[in-house]
């Protein structure tokens, strides 16, 4: 049987085929979607954690259980998770470990682009990627039995684009795979440094095993033959655009990127009389045919970022693009449609409020990103999940005397439970005064809605414990924490002021659930009464999709409105109302 599958069901679909056990990892785009269709099998157990590390760490345990674990998370995930997979690497498994990676070329969701590649290679662990979604499932499933063969963790690397297309995959049984329960092995999972050091050379030999493997494996790495002098050597999605772009040469596909399969890949360069290397992002399998001698041309014909595509891989082997384009585009204008916060989200009356107070704002991964773009224009830095809140009480410290008291570090409750909270015990073990806001609003907003340890479900939707974040607060020891309505401004400035001017760590949780997930709407949908209207532009720099400007005064599109009454508080004319209440 088949069935049309997106890639990331594809991966689950496979993992379920290999009998795994338990599921794990944290949401991000693009890998979210594995662990919600793993999911949709009641036999395995599937939850998500609150960073990538627990996760990692969880699947640990039920690998040394003998069972087969599943870890999901998009690239920059893995630096969160990055110590336990390091140090995994050298007790290696009991049960079959698969780590998914899944990198996202083009930054369309992510801060960076790093290619994820890299961490195989340091890491020591064999790694697989696949080219459409039939290899996402078949090489999940055989990635566990890759991990068990050569005692390793598999690093799955996936793409934005493996993800995230739709096609066809087989439809396989799930195997029957023997509990090997727990085994105690001190020289093989205590990693002391004497036991770590037998471990080495023993990573040492798998890494030769596999590269040997890898060698002669025709299913993992197979070569098509052409009727060209070309061959192209290539992996992942990458393998497509070189099949359409070049239907007549030679290609080596390498579906086991790691170990390389050196002596195959030098055994195809000889068979052929040009040799190109085709992959997106960082030149990891050029850098290496090179380092073996090989004359190969690669990176000097690709742009170094973005995702490759059919055109990209014409011009890199042609010239210049043949297929023909349907539909063309390019002398259009298109009106730019900037991402914007959700009518009625609780964020936006917070992030005008810090615009209004002339606050710098250290601002976190989430859907309050958003609260940098214009109009709102209120946020001043964002790095990476949890740095709000060290970067607020940095700059809290040394931001000089005139601007002393006017940061904050803003998070979402997600992102909090995430990698937040050592920060905050940063900030009250070392003496800060500075002032942290949560935005919480009871959900895993921006990917889609998935449930953290304060919404009170799991993955599945069974109900779960749900933190309480004041209480958690109060329990680490900040003494001022203060829970406030956003959609009460003037209550909420008056809170800010006093927790910016107190001497201590304080912290302000906005609490308003997310209006997309939970279908909310505060009260009726407002109006603009033009007669009254002065047309300063404070409700169109609310940033609201709801209000457009029409004939020249701001008009709310009573379809979209939610009724949070934001845009009625900032209108000092008192122009925006309930119909048929005065504001």
């Known amino acids: 049987m088949k069935k049309l599958m997106l890639g990331n069901e594809a991966v689950a679909r496979g993992a379920w085929e290999a009998g795994v056990a338990f599921g794990s990892g944290y949401p991000g785009t693009p890998s979210t979607e594995i662990l919600e269709h793993l999911a949709k099998y009641p036999e395995v157990a599937v939850q998500w954690a609150p960073n990538e590390k627990v996760g990692l760490e969880v699947a640990l345990g039920a690998m040394l259980a003998g069972a087969r674990a599943l870890v999901t998370m998009k690239h920059v995930g893995l630096n969160v998770a990055a110590d336990p997979f390091f140090s995994a690497a050298y007790t290696g498994v009991n049960g079959g470990l698969v780590v998914v990676s899944a990198d996202d070329p083009g930054m369309h969701s992510s801060q960076d682009e790093q290619d994820n590649r890299y961490y195989a290679k ?10 459409d979604v039939e290899e996402a499932r078949w090489m999940t499933r055989e990635a566990f039995a890759l991990s068990e ?3 390793s963790p598999v690093l799955l690397r996936m793409t934005t684009r493996v993800s995230h297309q739709t096609g066809v995959a087989g439809l396989g049984e799930p195997l029957s795979v023997a509990a090997k329960g727990f085994r105690k092995d001190i020289a093989k999972y205590v990693l002391l440094p004497s036991h770590a050091r037998d471990r080495r050379h023993k990573i040492e030999k798998r890494l030769r095993d596999a590269a040997a493997f890898g060698d002669s494996s025709d299913l993992w790495n197979p070569v098509r033959r052409g009727a060209s002098r070309v061959g192209v050597v290539t992996s992942g999605v990458a393998y497509g655009y070189v099949r359409e772009a070049l239907p007549d040469a030679s290609i080596l596909k390498i579906g086991l990127s790691w170990p390389l399969p050196m002596e195959r890949i030098k055994a195809f360069a000889a068979t052929v009389e040009e040799l190109y290397v085709v992959e997106e992002l960082e030149p990891f399998l050029e850098e290496a045919m090179r380092a073996a001698g090989l004359a190969v041309k690669g990176s000097e014909l690709r742009p170094y970022t973005g995702e490759l595509d059919l055109s990209t891989v014409e011009r890199m082997l042609l010239g210049a693009p043949h297929h023909a384009v349907s539909v063309d585009l390019s002398d259009t204008a298109i009106p730019a449609r900037p991402p914007t916060l959700c009518p ?18 250290m601002g976190d991964i989430g859907c309050y990103t958003l609260g940098a773009l214009r109009p709102l224009a209120a946020m001043d830095a964002c790095l990476c999940m949890g740095a709000s809140v060290g970067m607020a009480e940095g700059l809290q410290k040394f931001g000089g005397p005139k601007e002393k008291g006017r940061t904050v570090g803003v998070i979402g409750d997600s992102t909090f439970f995430h990698t937040g909270l050592p920060g905050l015990l940063d900030m009250l073990a070392n003496g800060s005064d500075a002032t942290l806001v949560i935005l919480d609003n009871a959900v895993t907003a921006m990917t889609g809605g998935q449930p953290n340890p304060g919404t009170g479900r799991d993955i599945r939707g069974g109900a779960t414990v749900r933190l309480d974040l004041g209480a958690l607060c109060r329990g680490l020891g900040v003494t001022r924490v203060r829970e406030v309505d956003p959609y009460d401004m003037a209550a909420v400035r008056k809170v ?6 107190a001497p201590e760590v304080s912290v302000v949780i906005a609490k308003a659930p997310c209006v ?6 505060a009260g009726r949908p407002v109006e603009v009464d033009v007669e009254t209207c002065t047309r300063c532009g404070a409700c169109i720099r609310v940033g609201c999709m709801a209000i457009h400007e029409q004939g020249g005064y701001p008009n709310v ?9 934001v845009c009625a508080q900032v209108c000092d004319a008192g122009s925006i109302a309930v119909p048929g209440e005065k504001n």
């Open 122 to 131: 340091m890491a020591k662990v064999l790694m697989v990627e696949p080219a």
């Open 149 to 151: 063969r050569f005692d």
């Open 344 to 361: 009625g989200c609780g964020h936006r009356g917070m992030f005008t409020l810090f615009r209004e107070m002339g606050l710098r704002v």
């Open 496 to 501: 800010l002021e006093e927790e910016l001017a």
């Open 516 to 521: 997309l997930e939970y279908r909310v709407a």
């Open 557 to 565: 599109d009573a379809g979209l409105c939610t009724g949070c009454s």
